[in-house]
């Protein structure tokens, strides 16, 4: 009786035969107003407590989102402090691949001497200064007996050819060779033809009694070069093999081996993992297969040994140089090429 009639209209019946049937009243109809103010008020707490909660976790993120760009902001500030420090030599060092903890080191040394603590900015003209003073070169030849570590793929014995055809050839000494590298396949092979090209005496050790064998043979030699098996700094065994046969072979020198290819974290784990040989000198190869040479300055902050030689290729004996300060100081400095 409440109801207030909206529309009507006759509809046909469903089915088939619905087609022959009288058709039907459809009534659409509605309560009033007032009607519907006088009946009872339905139940929205579900409603309300769901909108409450919608509310919440809004807010949640709301904070969620004002804690990360907080974040953002202050993870800006530091870089773009850097930017604003990485001028003149500094962004030059970066762009050659020097480390920041490299640069930082040098800048704090050259920061502590006496004539650069009162001013306000660091010259350029210190930074170099603190390059030269870090970067160190030779000695190439002190005692007889000379041996070559690393890890795999660095080019030992591609570098101990370049060194005895440089000593053989040049300055006419007596070169004997010998290579304990026998695990690797065509390591003494290698090495063989080498030997054989330069007409050099070539032993080869197998083992710690080969040694002893080995040294007589090349008694008459003026320079004894060692190969040595590629070692990885992870393999606490095989570098304490190699400690034995160093220990057995009394080396005048230890030559640390290392590629300029090399990430700097490699790099430091290799000079720290080698540092038990007590090498105390380097040979940087590969050099023409890099485009910046800020490896050089990474390893001499990293190492207190002097660098001995640089390779840039492959030929033998002509890819290798004698290292000098001045030279190492203008690879790094971009002023020096290969």
Same mark, same amino acid.
């Given at each position: 009786p409440e109801a207030v009639i909206i529309s009507r209209r006759n509809i046909r019946q469903k089915g088939f035969f619905g087609r022959f049937k009288p058709k039907k009243l459809e009534v659409t109809a509605a309560v009033d107003e007032l009607v519907k103010k006088s009946m009872p008020i339905p139940d929205r707490t579900e409603e309300i407590k769901e909108s409450f909660e919608r509310r919440e976790v809004e807010q949640e993120l709301s904070e969620v989102k004002e804690m990360l760009q907080k974040l953002i902001d202050n993870n800006d500030k530091p870089k773009d402090a850097k930017k604003e420090k990485k001028t003149g030599i500094r962004k030059m060092l970066c762009d050659r691949d020097v480390s920041d903890d490299v640069i930082d080191l040098i800048t704090s040394k050259a920061k502590n001497k006496?004539?650069?603590?009162?001013?306000?900015?660091?010259?350029?003209?210190?930074?170099?200064?603190g390059i030269k003073d870090v970067i160190k070169a030779g000695p190439v030849l002190n005692g007889r007996i000379h041996a070559f570590i690393g890890p795999t793929g660095v080019g030992k014995t591609t570098t101990i050819a370049k060194i005895a055809a440089m000593y053989s050839l040049n300055q006419k000494k007596k070169v004997g060779l010998i290579t304990i590298d026998t695990y690797r396949i065509g390591a003494v092979?290698?090495?063989?033809?080498? +030997?054989?090209i330069l007409e050099l005496p070539l032993e080869v050790v197998n083992s710690m009694e080969d040694i002893q064998r080995a040294l007589n043979n090349l008694k008459d030699c003026d320079i004894i070069l060692v190969d040595t098996t590629g070692r990885s700094i992870k393999n606490i065994?095989?570098?304490?093999e190699l400690k034995l046969y160093l220990g057995k072979l009394k080396p005048d020198m230890v030559y640390l081996v290392v590629s300029m290819t090399t990430k700097y974290n490699d790099l430091i784990q290799?000079?720290?993992g080698f540092s038990t040989m007590d090498y105390n000198s380097v040979i940087l190869t590969k050099l023409d297969e890099t485009s910046t040479y800020g490896s050089?300055?990474?390893? +001499?902050?990293?190492?207190?040994?002097?660098?001995?030689?640089i390779t840039v290729g492959q030929n033998v004996p002509d890819d290798i140089e004698v290292a000098t300060s001045d030279?190492?100081?203008d690879l790094v400095a971009g002023e020096g090429n290969i």
């Amino acid at each position: 009786p409440e109801a207030v009639i909206i529309s009507r209209r006759n509809i046909r019946q469903k089915g088939f035969f619905g087609r022959f049937k009288p058709k039907k009243l459809e009534v659409t109809a509605a309560v009033d107003e007032l009607v519907k103010k006088s009946m009872p008020i339905p139940d929205r707490t579900e409603e309300i407590k769901e909108s409450f909660e919608r509310r919440e976790v809004e807010q949640e993120l709301s904070e969620v989102k004002e804690m990360l760009q907080k974040l953002i902001d202050n993870n800006d500030k530091p870089k773009d402090a850097k930017k604003e420090k990485k001028t003149g030599i500094r962004k030059m060092l970066c762009d050659r691949d020097v480390s920041d903890d490299v640069i930082d080191l040098i800048t704090s040394k050259a920061k502590n001497k006496s004539e650069y603590k009162d001013l306000s900015r660091l010259p350029d003209s210190a930074i170099l200064d603190g390059i030269k003073d870090v970067i160190k070169a030779g000695p190439v030849l002190n005692g007889r007996i000379h041996a070559f570590i690393g890890p795999t793929g660095v080019g030992k014995t591609t570098t101990i050819a370049k060194i005895a055809a440089m000593y053989s050839l040049n300055q006419k000494k007596k070169v004997g060779l010998i290579t304990i590298d026998t695990y690797r396949i065509g390591a003494v092979e290698q090495l063989k033809i080498y +030997a054989d090209i330069l007409e050099l005496p070539l032993e080869v050790v197998n083992s710690m009694e080969d040694i002893q064998r080995a040294l007589n043979n090349l008694k008459d030699c003026d320079i004894i070069l060692v190969d040595t098996t590629g070692r990885s700094i992870k393999n606490i065994m095989q570098l304490s093999e190699l400690k034995l046969y160093l220990g057995k072979l009394k080396p005048d020198m230890v030559y640390l081996v290392v590629s300029m290819t090399t990430k700097y974290n490699d790099l430091i784990q290799i000079l720290n993992g080698f540092s038990t040989m007590d090498y105390n000198s380097v040979i940087l190869t590969k050099l023409d297969e890099t485009s910046t040479y800020g490896s050089v300055l990474n390893v +001499a902050c990293n190492t207190e040994v002097p660098i001995s030689y640089i390779t840039v290729g492959q030929n033998v004996p002509d890819d290798i140089e004698v290292a000098t300060s001045d030279r190492l100081v203008d690879l790094v400095a971009g002023e020096g090429n290969i």
